[in-house]
């Protein structure tokens, strides 16, 4: 079971950039699917951002597509998120996990479909 560590969020004024970092001890880290979500309060989590073992293939909600980049070095057992153009809308905690299932192909968009999200790291867009 994976379990990674999200860190990089902040509080940031629309229209900046912040960048987030999701970390694992586990070897088995580079072979799995990544995925970010986030929920805001009140609201249900949602999904953000996904990208493949190999990083050959990425996938993001509407939501973000065009300002948000993910991206992995597996030899630092690391995934990131890149987000620009940052909305008073983007204001949530932001979770990472691994996919659920080993290699699943195509990526998947479903939250559930992921195993046990992180702590979190806030991420606050100001006005």
């Known amino acids: 079971q994976v379990q990674p560590v999200e860190s990089g969020g902040g509080l940031v004024q629309a229209g900046g950039s912040l960048r987030l970092s999701c970390a694992a001890s586990?070897?088995?880290?580079?072979?799995?699917?990544i995925g970010w979500s986030r929920q805001a309060p009140g609201k249900e989590r949602e999904f953000v951002a996904a990208?493949?073992?190999?990083?050959?293939?990425?996938t993001y909600a509407d939501s973000v597509k065009g300002r948000f980049t993910i991206s992995r070095d597996n030899a630092k057992n690391s995934v990131y998120l890149q987000m620009n153009s940052l909305k008073p809308e983007d204001t949530a905690v932001y979770y990472c996990a691994a996919d659920s299932q080993f290699k699943r192909w195509p990526l998947t968009r479903r939250p559930a479909d992921f195993g046990s999200w992180g702590q979190g790291t806030q991420v606050t867009v100001s006005s």
């Open positions: 990208i493949h073992w190999s990083a050959g293939s990425t």
């Open positions: 586990e070897r088995t880290f580079s072979s799995y699917t």
